[in-house]
């Protein structure tokens, strides 16, 4: 960092304020804050659709060092409001980078604050849970940032994967495979199609608002649900096309938010998290093979356990071991099931990649 930076200023919903100088575009930006603790790969958490809406705390002391490269991003340009460093590089050491992070940043019109005290901060969001906030390297006026960040909607109720998911249908794979996978687009990473079309399928990605009659004349072999950012309960239209998946007795998969969505379809509820669950490192049992995986995760929502085990054809199969909140389940008269994390780990470990394998055997039975 260089001493010629802007200073900046962190403005929570509860008052509480933070000064530091401005990294990436200077400007003013609000959503709700959160925190990753993952210690690489934060160009792949800034381009992750399901951040968007919100300011991304990085943990980890130093951000910017290795700067960025096309080839790492999840989606198109960074879908988070903001962010929020300890210490942050200018400079970059990957010689095969692209260009810095700050000048990825400012390219991208992303605002952030650095020379934040980030373990203060995020043990008081840990503490308060989660909550909106509003960065700013235009004005110091608490009372200005006040009424700015009041008009930031809060992520309770609020429908957000029709503003990042695709706008047109598109096909994502080998032209001559013959294994055909109907996604629908919430909020996608390319990892995940990636990690889809690695075992032989083909994929036609379709908008999240499009409608299983729409779907189904593309003849899928199996549907698959993505992760994406916003409230599952705020999203009707697409528990109603999951539920006529569910009635199609196709193969059927979701993660993180299409976990949600399966969930809902299924009757069973979801709920708002106090501080979610993001990051690189948290352990998931599974209980139907009794293994543990490390497991990478960003979700603010989840599955109402108490819901789920009152229902008679779902069942729990994964568990978050920090906290017990549910990390998948299965429907027991079906080809269906979901994780709340991400098994394509990018950033994050390989552990969960089974569960491409699981899916793609599921159609593959299915088909013969």
Known sequence: MTNTRKSAILLLEDGTSFIGNSIGKEGTSGGEICFNTGMTGYQ????????????????????????????????????????????????????????????????????????????????????????NAIISSETDDIHVLKRKLSEVPSMANLELSSRVCTKESYLFGDDNRTMKVAVLDVGIKKSILKNLAERGAICKVFPAETSFEEMETWNADGYFISNGPGDPSAMPYAVKTVKQILASDKPLFGICLGHQIIALACGISTYKLHHGHRGLNHPVKNLETGLCEITSQNHGFAVDKESLEQSKNVKLTHINLNDGVVAGLRVLDKKVFSVQYHPEASPGPHDSKYLFDQFINLIQQNIN
């Open 44 to 131: 792949e958490i800034y381009t992750d659709p399901s951040y968007f809406g919100q300011i991304v705390i990085n943990t980890t002391s130093h951000i910017g060092n290795y700067g960025t490269i096309d080839q790492e991003q999840e989606s198109d340009f960074p879908k988070i409001s903001g962010l929020v460093v300890n210490s942050f590089s200018a400079m970059h050491s990957r010689s095969t980078a692209d260009e810095s992070l700050d000048d990825y940043l400012k390219r991208n019109n992303t605002v952030g604050i650095a020379e934040v005290d980030t373990r203060n901060l995020v043990r008081h969001i840990r503490d308060k849970g989660a909550m």
